[in-house]
């Protein structure tokens, strides 16, 4: 017997030393390894989807309750910083110079070549290299608009000891832009005949070609304005010969001639061009020949508090909801609609005559305003693309008028007394 124990016990010691690592090791259940992620298509389309959820929009509509992360881009916003409810700067605005992401795509390019060749479709496989570069460009088109040229990174960045080869300069405004231009006429026949309209497409390509074509294009064509007021630098990280516009501006037409001949096309359904154009943000894709490509929003899924933060307070009320006006258009904005008829950009001004700075706690004034009958006249012969965007005094939401008000302005002899809507007390 003790023979026999001490054989047991001298196997199990074997056994157990023979094979600790691999007892101690647990394995993952729901993770994927990278060779089993790359030759699936289930774990293409799951890296994809990640991808996808980092692209950073300019119009970045939140959930989050307890801070402003809606349309933080949108020049509806604070254009200087962003605040949380509590009067607190966030830390992320404006993060856009991202270069972890960028690693992580040409990672993503290189294991496409690399592990997924072979094991993927052939068709399959250039759909997904194709998304993958398209994701890199729209990146750095992000990060071009913000800062002018960057550096262009291609290949993936290895740790090293000494990262000085990895501070690399910056490159011309005019690569940049160059480089977006290029990659998306390398891809856009590997997409093949896809229309799905919240993924990568031949159709997203060119919009972004035509995009940066067109912000390209513009910056060329205002060198010289930019260069009196000291914009352009010398190594051409910011600034665009006026030289190469043509170019830039024939490349978008080009992109857009493409667009029309693959069926996109302006929203049209309603006779209202106002309500025309609001409904073609609010349409469902599926409905709206002008969507190329989009973020969905359906409520269950994908969510946003836009509307409940952007709505009047009447409106609000109307809901049972307590948030509203949160987000509101600046006067600059709703100055850039033009006049229908005469196309002219007419400024709104307050004051007959010169323009008057006015200390907004004093409740008195003897300046002389200009009138209105009623306040949608402010508005009125204005590009009704603006009804479309703005709700002002005389708009309607969801069969519900708008009324605005701030106040009271009441004639004295030698001018205005003024009310505060809060400090008013009925007659009654």
């Not at 199990?12 to 089993?36: P, R, V």
């Not at 106002?274 to 190329?292: C, G, Q, R, S, V």
């Not at 006067?331 to 004051?351: F, G």
Request: aromatic share 12%; net charge negative; glycine share 6%.
């Amino acid at each position: 017997m003790k023979k026999n124990r001490l054989s047991i016990a001298l196997l199990l010691g074997l056994l157990l030393f023979s094979s600790c690592d691999s007892w101690l090791e647990q394995e993952d259940k729901m993770a994927f390894t990278e060779n089993q992620a790359y030759t699936s298509e289930t774990g293409l389309n799951s890296i994809a989807a990640n991808f996808y959820g980092r692209m950073k929009y300019w119009q970045d509509f939140g959930t989050d309750g307890d801070s402003y992360d809606l349309t933080r881009w949108d020049e509806a916003s604070n254009n200087s910083q962003y605040w949380n409810f509590a009067g607190n700067v966030g830390t992320d605005y404006r993060n856009f110079y991202d270069y972890a992401f960028i690693r992580e795509l040409n990672l993503h390019i290189r294991n496409l070549n690399t592990v997924s060749a072979g094991s993927i479709a052939v068709d399959k496989l250039k759909y997904f290299q194709a998304e993958a570069r398209y994701f890199r460009a729209y990146t750095y088109f992000k990060m071009v608009v913000q800062y002018g040229g960057v550096p262009l990174v291609t290949e993936v960045t290895e740790y090293m000891e000494d990262p000085t080869p990895l501070a690399v300069p910056r490159n011309k405004e005019s690569e940049i832009y160059d480089f977006i231009i290029s990659e998306m006429d390398a891809i856009k026949e590997d997409f093949g005949t896809a229309r799905v309209k919240t993924r990568a497409t031949k159709g997203a390509a060119m919009a972004l070609k035509c995009r940066a074509a067109l912000y390209a294009g513009t910056l060329a064509y205002n060198y010289d304005k930019s260069a009196t007021k000291t914009l352009n630098l010398s190594s051409g990280a910011t600034g665009i010969e006026r030289s190469k516009a043509e170019g830039y501006l024939k490349a978008c037409l080009d992109a857009c001639a493409e667009l029309e001949a693959m069926g996109y096309q302006l929203y049209q359904k309603q006779a209202d061009l106002a309500t025309n154009y609001a409904e073609a943000f609010i349409a469902k894709p599926e409905d709206n020949p002008e969507l190329i490509f989009c973020k969905a929003y359906d409520g269950v899924n994908v969510k946003n508090n836009f509307t409940t933060r952007a709505l009047t307070r009447k409106l609000v009320r109307a809901s049972n909801n307590k948030a509203g006006c949160q987000v509101n258009p600046v006067l600059n904005l709703v100055n850039d609609y033009e006049m229908l008829n005469t196309h002219e950009v007419k400024e709104m001004d307050a004051y007959v005559g010169d323009e008057v700075i006015e200390d907004m706690n004093v409740y008195t004034s003897t300046c002389k305003y200009n009138l209105y009958d009623k306040p949608e006249d402010i508005f009125a012969g204005r590009d009704p693309r603006l009804a479309g965007t703005v709700l002002y005094p005389g708009s309607s939401f969801r069969g519900t008028s708008v009324d605005l008000q701030a106040g009271l302005a009441l004639p004295t002899a030698d001018g205005y007394e003024f009310k505060a809507a809060q400090t008013i007390i009925s007659d009654e």
